[in-house]
Structure formats: structure tokens, C-alpha cells
């Protein structure tokens, strides 16, 4: 079964608004990273956060992790068209193997 | 770099017949991935290599499903005979991480070979 669900499975805002992904998953991890996917396109990574990290920033990009409830939320502030992607987060248990999770399909309304 | 290299990008067969979809890693990356892609199951992981050998081919469906890498610049994945159910997207990424607990490295992905089977 799949490492890695996300939550919600699609998601439609306002260009400017935030946007916020969950991702659950069932097995102790190395670390977590998250990936989005434009349409016909290969997946493109965006951050790694490692399992003794609790919450991590890349630009417009937050990233959180409890552990204890086996969880990541991944945040875009400001939101814009171009953010407009599937989301999918990445978990790793053996070490450089990844299970995707289902991923979040985000709609930014112009 | 140009990044991970893809080919074909798009390959339509009849349903028996031999696919063979082949990827060039990154210069210098030493971990290779197959994934496959579908709506109904998401992004699977097929197999992967590090240093040219198969580490985990756990994830590969069934027999008609084979990978090779026979040196640090070029894979293959082959579906032999081929079937309507293995139509999908399929992945290759790589990496620059090794095996073991204390490497974790992103992975990058090619653009993909969209393989329908009629």
C-alpha cells in the first residue's frame, strides 16, 4: 500500500491566497519531502525536511512535521496561477527510496 | 545538464508486443528509479538501481516486467508481452544518494514516456 496519503485530494483557490496540504503516512521515516507535478509534465522537487526537523521555509513554501502523529503540511503563502500543480509528498524509510503519496491537485483561479 | 533524458515520449502497441522505454540519468547520479504512473494507483515505484544494480524490484508488477542498467549512463525498462492494464505514465528520476540510512537525496524526474497499449 501506498507510504503516503494526501489530503485533500484536489483543492481550487484565489490567486493570493494561501494553500495548505496534508500528508499522512504509517511507518517511521528518514524524511520527507514534497513534490509538485504540472499537467504532462515529470515531477519536480520543491523541500526536504528530515524527521528531527519540525517545520522548514523555502520562499513562499512551509513546511511542518510531526512525527508523532505522522504527518506534513505543506503551505503556499500568496498563492499565484503559476502555483496551479498535483502536490505530492514523498516519504522515506529505507533510505533513498521514496513512497509517493496520492497527491493534492491545486487550482489557482486568476 | 540536460537532465534527465526520457525515450520515447509517447509509444502506442498492440497488446502482445515487446516495449522497451529507455532513460539517461543525470551525469554523476549513481541512484536510477522506475516508476509508473497511473490514475487509478498513483505513483508506483517499479525498481531501483544504485551503482547499476538492482537494489529493490519489488514493486515490479509481474515477469513480463524487466530492467536492466548496464552501465552508469543508460536503462531500460521492458514489458514483454505488453498489455491494455500497463498503460500509463512511467518515471525514470535520479539521484545522487547512496544506499543506507544516512543519504537521502531529491530525486529528478524525466519527463515521462506516456505508453498506451491498445
Known amino acids: 500500500s501506498q507510504q503516503g496519503e494526501e489530503d485533500p485530494q484536489a483543492l481550487s483557490i484565489q490567486e493570493g491566497e494561501n494553500a495548505t496540504m496534508n500528508c499522512s503516512y504509517k511507518?517511521?521515516?528518514?524524511?520527507l519531502q514534497w513534490y509538485r507535478q504540472n499537467s504532462g509534465r515529470g515531477l519536480v522537487h520543491l523541500i526536504l525536511?528530515?524527521?528531527?526537523?519540525r517545520e522548514k521555509h523555502s520562499g513562499r513554501l512551509r513546511v511542518t512535521l510531526d512525527t508523532s502523529k505522522k504527518s506534513s503540511s505543506l503551505l503556499i503563502t500568496a498563492s499565484r496561477a503559476a502555483d496551479t500543480a498535483s502536490y505530492f509528498c514523498?516519504?522515506?524509510?529505507?533510505?533513498?527510496?521514496?513512497?509517493f503519496g496520492t497527491g493534492t491537485s491545486l487550482t489557482v483561479i486568476p | 545538464d540536460a537532465g534527465v533524458i526520457q525515450s520515447p515520449r509517447h509509444e502506442v502497441t498492440e497488446m502482445g508486443q515487446e516495449v522497451t522505454l529507455r532513460c539517461k540519468p543525470i551525469s554523476g547520479h549513481n541512484s536510477l528509479f522506475w516508476y509508473r504512473q497511473t490514475m487509478m494507483r498513483g505513483l508506483e515505484l517499479l525498481i531501483y538501481?544504485?551503482?547499476?544494480?538492482?537494489?529493490?524490484d519489488s514493486g515490479m508488477p509481474e515477469d513480463r516486467f524487466s530492467a536492466k542498467m548496464p552501465n552508469a549512463s543508460f536503462s531500460t525498462l521492458k514489458i514483454q508481452p505488453s498489455e491494455p492494464r500497463d498503460s500509463a505514465v512511467y518515471f525514470c528520476?535520479?539521484?545522487?544518494?547512496?544506499?543506507?540510512?544516512?543519504?537521502?537525496?531529491?530525486?529528478?524526474f524525466g519527463p515521462g514516456t506516456r505508453l498506451t497499449v491498445t
Open positions: 511507518t517511521s521515516i528518514n524524511n
Open positions: 538501481f544504485n551503482n547499476n544494480v538492482p537494489i529493490d
Open positions: 525536511i528530515r524527521s528531527n526537523e
Open positions: 514523498a516519504t522515506d524509510v529505507t533510505g533513498n527510496q521514496f513512497y
Open positions: 528520476a535520479s539521484s545522487s544518494g547512496t544506499s543506507g540510512r544516512e543519504s537521502s537525496y531529491e530525486q529528478y
